[in-house]
């Protein structure tokens, strides 16, 4: 359901617009750390879904709190809607 916490309701249109045009991404983190996320859709083409990739990566890895130590991302796995999942080694996307 639409929902003005979740940004899906808003009476800021202009701004909503703005800030969807300049690549904004809602992501979701489930308490065991796992992030859901968009990244693109299938007739992206790999180049552009792989660059999408990357780049939320090193998002995530710049919102790193400096107080954790040890590996920060363990595993990934992408996957279509209801397609099932692909592991990609977290060394690879560097």
Do not use: C, Q, W
């Amino acid at each position: 359901m639409p929902n003005a916490k979740t940004g899906t309701v808003t009476f800021e249109l202009a701004k909503a617009i703005e800030e969807l045009k300049a690549g904004k991404i809602d992501f979701r983190v489930e308490k065991a750390g796992i992030v859901h996320v968009p990244v693109g859709k299938i007739s992206f083409g790999a180049e552009k879904l792989a660059e999408n990739v990357k780049a939320f990566l090193d998002k995530i890895l710049a919102l790193r709190p400096a107080s954790s130590k040890g590996v920060y991302v363990k595993t990934i796995t992408i996957s279509s809607t209801m397609g099932p999942g692909i592991k990609v080694d977290p060394l690879l996307i560097k």
